[in-house]
Each structure stands twice: as structure tokens, then as C-alpha cells.
């Protein structure tokens, strides 16, 4: 019988009652937020993060024009009090086009994110969960998947797939899929070798739910450091298909357009090149401090 | 030292066949007719499309199109670029030495900047060096290579006016044109490269420094430098050097963009080319030599590691 049918019969216990002087000790997701939360670069590169998130979201309403309108009496005008940012080739507010270009940056590196744990978690756990044959095949996919260079596959993947946002975000999903599956199997196959898994097999669980139930929490940890610096290359993965023409297409802005199209105008107008690099800079920096904020706090062997 | 060589080999060999499925299957991705995209104006003529569908067996099942393609393959044929009308095989022979100096120049850079820098941090473990080398590293991670790339131009090239923004002058022509066009790029390329050295040379050398050799080398009396380069680099370094090597992923995935801003005539120009004219083979030709590359550059990294590494030969 299993544990999960026995679970009703068995009277609710008290909860236990501690002589003075003892204490519970803390959970280690509490002790994992507790160094998370103090950790001060970790708390700068939140700050960062959720700003360019407030930024996208709040567009419509901070943006002070639309990215779009253009004014051809002020072409290419360096930052004023008028234009924070200065304005581009046709005449299109700066800070306008860096604000609603967030959008595209954060969209494409969260949904890529998503795209890679959705094909590389389940991969990798049953990888690690069912070794032998399984696992052999599956290696050798990813292998062969990382033996072509990241960018070079997204870009070739991107270019045969046709130029959008929703093909930039796929490309770069499935080339960081393989990173993903490689943590899961990792994780996995560490999580397998404790005894609570030999228990919960003890008790009769079937296969799908130890992994389900007792596997895929224990590997959310080592799953959220890597999702949180993927997310940090996805952008600039994005930005880098968008700065080829292979991201969001005009007159929609994305940072990666933007520098493309800053480079003709470099000694008329520098000012377009510097401020949607620094916005990718930042936004990329936030994800990094916060992804190794969360593998210190997870794992403070490596400090 | 033939037993590991063997072992690897056979592992390569379905990582190879497999990377021959998922270049080759770049092109089923392509919306609509493959015939008609490749045909480009002529896309009107059906003379010309059927020419290419006949070429291209793509009136044959997949499978059959597939081996088509891998014969080419295994007799030396990529294919042949639709813009330029020259063997892929050719252009990428072109463009190789071009890249390769390129990232040879970073990959030389990055050592020079990450190592040291990795070294230091390691040595002064919590202090302002730390944490300044530290900052320099994630600065190197977290900056986009294109837009170091355009901010080097504005600054060093446009405002200064010390170095050519652009251009390629190879290296048998005139080598200090050659060096001058070169460094900037490689510069540049090798920026990332450095920071992910830093990061490993530190752990490895944080390591090696807690280790019971560095402590007798220290009741040895020997100077903490001694102790440091002699005893714990020399430990550390051996996985950083294989580390170093897999590195080549990346420095290839950089190249693209570097190559790009800086109209540097090699490998990953001609990858950007071929996707702003839709030359599809091009594409898949790079992507192919790319991974071949990559795939035995690791088996030498592999081998390097196996004769540096007392261990592994006796093991």
C-alpha cells in the first residue's frame, strides 16, 4: 500500500512542544532566504531587475512620447531637456524607444527561459531517473547540441525559421535547452542517491510520482540559479538576433535594432549607440548579481 | 593513452552524426517550399524551380534527402552558395584563417587579463582586490560584445583616433596593419573569455591555496609568492587550461557579432552575410564546420588535459 493511502487513516499529531531554552531550527529554504536577502550585491541586481521590469510594464504610461512617432524637425538632436535621450535618425524620442525596448528584452528573456526548462527539466530528469539507455540517447542529443556554438545555432535556427520576435525567443529556448537538461540530470542523479528516495520506493511509490513528488523539488534549487542566469543570456542573446535583424522588426524598437542602427550614425550621433547598450549593461548585470546571489545563498560551499 | 584516444573517438562519432541531423534539419524548418525560397525573383520560373527541386531531391522523402546530403558531405561538398555561386566549402576555407587569428589574438588576451586577475583575487580573498577584480569579471560577463565593440570604435577609433574603426589587413600582407586591425576586435572578443577565466582561476586557486602542499611549501619557509606560482598555480591551473579550451564555443559564438562591427572579413561576416541574403547552405556550412571544429578542438583539449595530468596517465 502506499504512503499516500495510509496518510487518512493516521490521526493529526500535535504539534511537539519544545522544553524553554530550544528552539525549532530554521528550514533551509528560510536559511537560503535569509542569505539571499542580505546578500547586498543579490539586493542591487533585484533593484535593477525590477526596475527595467517597471519600466516595461509602466511603458505606455512613463514613456513621455509613443517610440514610433516620428518628428522630422528634430533629427538626430543630442539629449536635451526636450529629449532626455536625444532622438534618432528619423527623428524618434531616444528615451521613448529605450523604455517600450525593455519589452522586448525582458519578454524575450523570460519566455526563452521557459521554452528551455519546458524541453530541458523533464529531459534531464528522465535522464538522471532512468539512466542506462535513456540516458545515453538523450546525452548524446545534447552533446551534439553543444558542440555547435550557442549563438552560431540560434542565429542559424532564427535565420531558417524567418525574422520575428516569437522565432528569436524559440531559437534562443531550444539552444539553451540542452544547458538545462544537463543541470536537471546532474541534479538528479545527486538526488537519487539519498536515502528519502530508497524510503519512498520502500513504501511502493510508483516511478512517476518519486519523481514528481520527491525528485523535482529537490532539484528546483540548482534549476533556479541557472534559469536566473539564462535569463541574463538570453537578453543578450536577444539583443544580439535583434542587432543581426533576426529579433523584432522595425518600427517596433528593440535595444539590439537600436545599436544596429546607431552604428552608421557614430561620429553624426554617439549618443544612440551609448544609452540602449547601457540598458542591456543593466539589465543583463541585475540577472548576473542575482544569479550568483541565489547559488551563494543555495549553495555556500562555493563562497 | 590508445585506450582513451579510442574511447573518446567512439564517443565523437554519434555526437558528429547527430550534429549532420540537426544541420540538416535546419532546412525543414524553413516556412513553405524550400525550392521556391532558394529560387529567390526566379521563384516565377518553374523551369528553375523544378531544376532545384531535382538538384536537391526535394521531391524525395526525407530520409532519402538526408543521405543525398550526408554523401555530399562525406566527399568534401557543402554545397554551393545561391549569392556568391561559389563552393561553401571554398568560402569557408576563405574565411578560417581569418577568424582563427582573431580568436587566437582574444584567446591570448583573455589569459593575459583573466588569469592574473583570477590569481589576485584568489591571493587577497576578501579585500578591495577581490572585490575589484570580482566587479571587473561581471562587468566582462554582463556587457553585450557588439556594444563593447561600438563603444571601442566611438572612443578609441572616432574620438582618439588611434586604431582603424574597420578592416581587415592579413597578417602575410603586413603584419603590423595586420596586428593594428586586429586589436581592437581581439580585444574585445576576448573580454568575456577573461572574465569566465577569472572566475575559474580564482575557485581553482582558492582550492589549491587550502591544500596541506601550500601549507608545508609556507612552514618551508618559502617566500608567499614562491608559494603561490610555484606550488598552488601550477596545481590550479590544470583545470583551468581544459576549461580554457571549452571556451571555444564561446570566442566562435563572439566572433559573429565581432566580426560584424568590426567588418572583419571571417568566419561569422560570412554567417551574417549569408543571413541578411537568405544563402541558406552558407548557413548550414558554417554551422557544420563550426561544430566539426569545435568537436575536435575539445578531443585535443581532452588529450592536452590527459598528458598535463599525472593522475589520468596513471590512472
Given at each position: 500500500m502506499s504512503s499516500a493511502a495510509l496518510a487518512p487513516s493516521l490521526p493529526p499529531s500535535p504539534p511537539p512542544s519544545l522544553p524553554p531554552g530550544l528552539h525549532v531550527p530554521e528550514s533551509p529554504t528560510r536559511v537560503a532566504l535569509r542569505r539571499f536577502l542580505t546578500h547586498r550585491s543579490a539586493m542591487l541586481g533585484l533593484a535593477l531587475c525590477l526596475l527595467f521590469v517597471a519600466i516595461a510594464v509602466a511603458a505606455p504610461l512613463i514613456s513621455p512620447?509613443?517610440?514610433?512617432?516620428?518628428?522630422?524637425s528634430a533629427i538626430r538632436q543630442p539629449p536635451s531637456w526636450a529629449h532626455w535621450m536625444g532622438t534618432d535618425e528619423i527623428g524618434r524620442d531616444e528615451l521613448a524607444r529605450v523604455i517600450f525596448g525593455a519589452r522586448a528584452s525582458l519578454l524575450a528573456g523570460v519566455v526563452s527561459v521557459v521554452i528551455a526548462a519546458a524541453i530541458g527539466v523533464p529531459a534531464g530528469l528522465a535522464a538522471g531517473f532512468a539512466r542506462g539507455r535513456t540516458d545515453a540517447i538523450l546525452s548524446r542529443i545534447v552533446d551534439a547540441m553543444l558542440a555547435i556554438p550557442f549563438l552560431v545555432l540560434a542565429i542559424a535556427l532564427a535565420a531558417f525559421l524567418g525574422p520575428n520576435l516569437r522565432n528569436a525567443m524559440i531559437a534562443i529556448g531550444v539552444t539553451t535547452a540542452p544547458i538545462f537538461m544537463r543541470v536537471a540530470r546532474g541534479a538528479t542523479m545527486d538526488v537519487?542517491?539519498?536515502?528519502?528516495?530508497?524510503?519512498?520506493?520502500?513504501?511502493?511509490n510508483p516511478s512517476w510520482r518519486i519523481a514528481v513528488r520527491h525528485v523535482m523539488p529537490n532539484i528546483f534549487p540548482p534549476i533556479l540559479v541557472q534559469g536566473t542566469l539564462s535569463i541574463a543570456t538570453s537578453i543578450i542573446a536577444e539583443a544580439s538576433l535583434s542587432f543581426l535583424g533576426l529579433g523584432e522588426q522595425p518600427p517596433t524598437p528593440a535595444w539590439g535594432s537600436m545599436l544596429n542602427a546607431a552604428q552608421q550614425f557614430l561620429t553624426q550621433a554617439p549618443w544612440l549607440a551609448i544609452f540602449p547598450g547601457a540598458a542591456i549593461f543593466l539589465t543583463v548585470l541585475g540577472f548576473n548579481l542575482v544569479g550568483d546571489g541565489l547559488r551563494d545563498a543555495l549553495d555556500p560551499r562555493g563562497l | 593513452m590508445r585506450g582513451f584516444l579510442g574511447s573518446r573517438l567512439a564517443q565523437i562519432l554519434p555526437t558528429l552524426f547527430l550534429v549532420s541531423i540537426i544541420v540538416f534539419g535546419l532546412q525543414q524548418l524553413m516556412p513553405g517550399d524550400p525550392a521556391l525560397v532558394i529560387a529567390g525573383d526566379s521563384a516565377g520560373d518553374p523551369q528553375i524551380v523544378a531544376q532545384i527541386r531535382g538538384e536537391l531531391m526535394l521531391n524525395r522523402p526525407i530520409p532519402v534527402q538526408y543521405l543525398h546530403w550526408l554523401d555530399n558531405l562525406l566527399h568534401g561538398n557543402l554545397g554551393y552558395s545561391w549569392r556568391l555561386q561559389e563552393p561553401v566549402s571554398e568560402l569557408v576555407a576563405q574565411k578560417l584563417p581569418v577568424t582563427a587569428q582573431l580568436s587566437l589574438m582574444a584567446f591570448v588576451f583573455a589569459v593575459i587579463i583573466g588569469v592574473p586577475m583570477g590569481i589576485l583575487s584568489a591571493?587577497?580573498?576578501?579585500?578591495?582586490w577581490d572585490w575589484l577584480a570580482n566587479s571587473i569579471g561581471l562587468f566582462g560577463l554582463s556587457i553585450p560584445t557588439f556594444w563593447l565593440g561600438i563603444v571601442m570604435i566611438l572612443v578609441v577609433s572616432v574620438w582618439l583616433g588611434w586604431l582603424p574603426p574597420s578592416g581587415y589587413v592579413p597578417l602575410?600582407?603586413?603584419?603590423?596593419?595586420?596586428?593594428a586591425t586586429t586589436v581592437m576586435p581581439a580585444f574585445v572578443l576576448g573580454n568575456a573569455i577573461a572574465a569566465i577565466l577569472m572566475r575559474h582561476t580564482r575557485s581553482a586557486m582558492?582550492?589549491?591555496?587550502?591544500?596541506?602542499?601550500?601549507?608545508?611549501?609556507?612552514?618551508?619557509?618559502?617566500?608567499?609568492?614562491?608559494?603561490?606560482?610555484?606550488?598552488?598555480?601550477?596545481?590550479?591551473?590544470?583545470?583551468?587550461?581544459?576549461l580554457g579550451g571549452l571556451q571555444l564555443g564561446t570566442l566562435l559564438s563572439g566572433a559573429v557579432l565581432t566580426e560584424q562591427v568590426f567588418s572583419v572579413p571571417g568566419f561569422g561576416k560570412l554567417v551574417v552575410d549569408a543571413v541578411f541574403n537568405r544563402d541558406y547552405p552558407v548557413i548550414q556550412g558554417v554551422v557544420l564546420v563550426t561544430a566539426l571544429l569545435y568537436v575536435v578542438l575539445n578531443l585535443v583539449t581532452d588529450l592536452l588535459y590527459f598528458l598535463i595530468n599525472p593522475r589520468m596517465r596513471a590512472g
Open positions: 512620447v509613443s517610440p514610433i512617432a516620428t518628428d522630422w537519487m542517491t539519498h536515502d528519502y528516495i530508497e524510503a519512498a520506493r520502500a513504501v511502493g | 591571493v587577497k580573498r576578501n579585500t578591495a602575410a600582407q603586413n603584419w603590423v596593419r595586420s596586428l582558492l582550492v589549491a591555496l587550502g591544500q596541506d602542499y601550500v601549507r608545508t611549501a609556507r612552514a618551508k619557509g618559502l617566500s608567499e609568492w614562491v608559494v603561490v606560482l610555484r606550488h598552488a598555480l601550477r596545481n590550479a591551473l590544470i583545470p583551468v587550461v581544459t
